[in-house]
């Protein structure tokens, strides 16, 4: 079946405008992820969602950065008045969470941001 | 606070060599451990999951290991092809449904 897929993949802002960046999960998962990627910072969490619990946002750098997850499905990540150092890979990724998958995440291509 | 390391930073081989890949974890309290492949430019390709009460996982080439109660976790890659060329990156679940711990990778050249 059809894996994680976010859009855009690629956007080039300038500083101080708003982004918003789409993931959609692989159909039938309860988990959902995002990440970002900076050069040189590896792999960070941001923000999860479980089905209809309220989300963990304790990896959100800033109050610039909110998520949403409409109807346990599609999620999208907003970036408010974005900053040179929010330029970065953001990668999303779905599970199942449960016994059998033992939460194995599956990540999207990742939508690379550019803060000009 | 979970800390994952990952050495070498960099290694290059000739094509046809069994290599390692060495991960280490701080807090040996883990729900799993995966590996993933990046290759540059793209994201994520899940390799191997191993769960908490396993010692190891296999697929084709591929080995991963697990020593909980060191904190290590080992990539296996048998007779090494440029194709295994990328970054390999290992991951820790802390606990169930939480979010996945990395660390920074080893970037794998094989050449041929």
């Known amino acids: 079946g059809a894996g994680v897929s976010q859009s855009p993949s690629n956007k080039v802002t300038e500083k101080g405008k708003d982004v918003e960046l789409r993931c959609d999960p692989i159909?039938?998962?309860?988990?959902l992820y995002w990440y970002r990627q900076s050069l040189g910072q590896g792999l960070e969490f941001l923000i999860y969602f479980q089905g209809n619990s309220a989300p963990d946002k304790s990896g959100l750098p800033s109050d610039r950065f909110s998520a949403e997850r409409t109807g346990g499905s599609v999620s999208t990540l907003t970036i408010q008045r974005t900053q040179q150092e929010d330029s970065a890979v953001y990668l999303c990724?779905?599970?199942?969470?449960?016994?059998?998958?033992?939460?194995?995440?599956?990540f999207g291509p990742g939508t690379r941001l550019t803060v000009l | 606070k979970q800390e994952v390391t990952q050495i070498p930073a960099a290694l290059s081989v000739p094509e046809g060599e069994n290599l390692v890949l060495n991960c280490s974890f701080t807090?040996?309290?883990?729900?799993?451990l995966q590996w993933f492949r990046q290759d540059p430019g793209k994201g994520l390709t899940s390799l191997l999951l191993i769960q908490s009460s396993q010692r190891e996982q296999t697929s084709g080439r591929l080995n991963a290991s697990l020593d909980k109660s060191s904190g290590r976790s080992t990539l296996y890659i048998a007779a090494s092809q440029p194709g295994d060329s990328a970054t390999y990156l290992c991951a820790v679940e802390s606990q169930a449904g939480t979010a996945l711990i990395f660390g920074k990778g080893t970037t794998l050249s094989v050449s041929s």
């Open positions: 159909s039938g998962h309860t988990a």
């Open positions: 990724a779905s599970s199942l969470l449960g016994l059998a998958s033992y939460n194995e995440q599956f």
């Open positions: 807090d040996s309290a883990i729900y799993n």
